[in-house]
């Protein structure tokens, strides 16, 4: 994810010339000539946007906002995959020539805006950590229905739910969005009233309103999967997976649900002998051991955290454990960092991530994250179905 947000950041990332473009598709005339300025020169252009009526502010700023998080790697795959959906397979080699993850995203958002929300919804869902998703795996290999029908039944059957059982939802939204081979449904139910303290231009005013609470379903035929989202509701989880059943796979009943419970099996990678598996077409270069957590056969609640500097020594916590030579032990935690091989001209890409006995892994299922679930899987780690 982009970092945080500031208006003089947000202009020295974005060239001037998308500037320009931005600022003349809204009709916006700026006290400024962004053209005529050096690249970086944000004074001037930070003078001439805080002059702008407050209301027309605060609109740009939130676009602002939006392109800023979307500056990302994981911003980009997003836009990609969304293109794929509208057979547009340009996209990714036109944004490619553009420099700079700003550059690209405020090109998507002025070139191709059709693409523009399914691509912040998947940023949105791969953002979520994977210990709030709760997946299911045992569903028949059936095509979803995301007819307007559908769709609003299953609207409706999260309202009634929420509404009967809490009192809330009264009202529920839900869009769909398809991702390669799968479909995304984001709902929206109607949250409990809440009063908040807002600035009203110069005066401030304490407001009512009711706000939405979100819910994701991640539905993959081919895997016969089904992931939710649904934090602080997980007491909710087995009748959503009932809903989605009845409304969108047309199914009349559904069995007890069966949340994915495999296990991790991290033994292996405490062996000072173990390699991953790697495969040529996977794009990983290195993997590095940065930590592992040993939990001791005998006794009680111990445990030893090694952590030791990879970046001389690849083998460094391997070292550690050796020199130490602790009693026996399973092994319950491990960092892990994947680096990918570098393209000429581009940053090399990494990721590091946990994964946590008995079924917890810090990885989304789309992009680079699921290139590193295959090596895993190839290298005996990620459990299978």
Aim: with cysteine; aromatic share 10%; proline share 4%.
């Amino acid at each position: 994810m982009a970092a945080n947000y500031s208006h003089k950041h947000f202009f020295r990332q974005v060239p001037n010339h998308q500037l320009s473009d931005y600022f003349s598709a809204k009709a916006i005339e700026l006290a400024v000539d962004l053209n005529a300025l050096k690249e970086k020169e944000v004074d001037a252009i930070f003078i001439a946007f805080t002059a702008l009526p407050e209301e027309q502010q605060a609109t740009i700023e939130a676009e602002f906002q939006d392109i800023h998080a979307m500056a990302c790697e994981g911003g980009i795959t997003a836009l990609i995959d969304e293109a794929h959906f509208y057979d547009d397979h340009s996209l990714a080699v036109d944004i490619a020539d553009i420099e700079g993850f700003h550059g690209k995203v405020m090109w998507a958002y002025l070139n191709k805006h059709d693409y523009w929300l399914g691509a912040t919804m998947f940023l949105h869902a791969d953002s979520v950590s994977s210990s709030y998703w709760k997946r299911r795996n045992d569903l028949p290999h059936v095509a979803p229905n995301v007819d307007e029908e559908a769709v609003k039944a299953l609207a409706g059957g999260i309202s009634q739910f929420f509404h009967s059982n809490e009192g809330r939802g009264r009202n529920c939204q839900v869009e769909v969005y398809r991702r390669l081979d799968k479909e995304y449904f984001f709902a929206y139910p109607e949250d409990f009233g809440l009063s908040s303290v807002e600035w009203v231009s110069d005066a401030l005013k304490t407001r009512a309103r009711h706000p939405a609470f979100e819910i994701i379903f991640v539905y993959c035929e081919s895997e016969g999967s089904l992931d939710i989202y649904a934090p602080k509701n997980t007491k909710a989880v087995p009748e959503l997976q009932n809903i989605f059943a009845k409304t969108i796979l047309n199914l009349k009943t559904l069995s007890n649900g069966k949340i994915d419970k495999r296990v991790y099996d991290l033994d292996p990678i405490g062996n000072t002998e173990f390699n991953f598996t790697i495969e040529p077409e996977s794009g990983i270069d290195q993997i590095l051991v940065t930590q592992l957590r040993l939990t001791l056969k005998h006794g009680s609640k111990r445990r030893i955290s090694l952590e030791a500097d990879t970046k001389n020594n690849p083998q460094a916590v391997y070292d550690l454990l050796e020199e130490l030579n602790p009693p026996a032990y399973f092994v319950t935690q491990t960092r892990i960092k994947v680096i990918f091989e570098s393209k000429f001209g581009e940053r090399t890409k990494t990721k590091t991530f946990n994964i946590t006995y008995p079924n917890s892994c810090a990885l989304g299922h789309e992009g680079n994250d699921l290139k590193i679930r295959k090596m895993l899987e190839k290298s005996g780690i990620e459990p299978q179905p």
